[in-house]
């Protein structure tokens, strides 16, 4: 079974508590990317990755740490500095041609007590 | 700086009506266009792209979109609208070689029996 995958489908994050979102993905594409989206306000970029061992921050990265250990997986941490972490959170894929398609795991909700 | 306009956030059509949601883009080069459709807490699913050749582009589920260079425009249509086509959609253009995408704010499609 092919696809992206973003665990869990809901969170709750405490105040002060780092949480992290976790995309996996069997596609063999080289890009990953991490967006978050508002109501009303599309979907911003926080970080992507075009290869393993390397990552750039995107338009909203403060309050969030990645990683690319490896090529499958892109894990994002909302850190306690992000102060508005609610939202939902998309994951995206894409193959090393940067014309190409991303494509969009199912999402996480993030929501805070 | 790249930038797409989706100037309708809510749109209302009756069943069996034609549809026309508008998207307008700022970039410089020749764009990389799409559109997404997203359905209430999931991933977004790709209708349709261009890249280049024929300005008229088919996509799944009966949509079309029509790239106009003289307009930056890159409106998506679709002929009879079914009540399963309600749903939030977003343009998109490709910024230029790092593969990022610049999305609209997005079009909430509400179907009327």
């Known amino acids: 079974d092919g696809g992206i995958t973003q665990s869990p489908k809901y969170l709750f994050r405490k105040e002060g508590q780092n949480v992290t979102l976790s995309c996996e993905q069997n596609?063999?594409?080289?890009?990953m990317y991490w967006y978050r989206q508002d109501p009303g306000q599309g979907l911003r970029l926080i970080y992507y990755s075009q290869i393993v061992n390397d990552f750039q921050k995107g338009d909203i990265a403060e309050g969030y740490s990645v990683s690319r250990e490896k090529k499958e997986s892109f894990p994002l941490t909302v850190t306690s500095a992000q102060k508005n972490p609610t939202a939902f959170y998309l994951c995206?894929?894409?193959?090393?041609?940067?014309?190409?398609?991303?494509?969009f795991g199912p999402g996480t909700r993030l929501l805070v007590l | 700086a790249q930038s797409v306009t989706q100037p309708d956030i809510h749109i209302t059509v009756s069943e069996g009506a034609s549809l026309e949601l508008r998207c307008n883009y700022s970039y410089g080069a020749t764009p990389y266009l799409f559109w997404y459709v997203q359905s209430p807490g999931q991933g977004l699913q790709l209708l349709l792209k261009y890249f280049s050749g024929d300005t008229l582009v088919q996509g799944i589920k009966g949509f079309e979109a029509e790239f106009k260079r003289s307009q930056s425009s890159f409106n998506l249509r679709k002929p009879s609208v079914h009540w399963s086509d309600a749903a939030e959609y977003f343009c998109?253009?490709?910024?230029?070689?790092?593969?990022?995408?610049?999305f609209g704010q997005g079009t909430t499609l509400q179907v009327k029996p």
């Open positions: 596609l063999n594409h080289d890009a």
């Open positions: 995206a894929t894409q193959t090393s041609e940067t014309s190409e398609t991303q494509y």
């Open positions: 998109a253009v490709g910024a230029g070689n790092t593969g990022k995408l610049i």
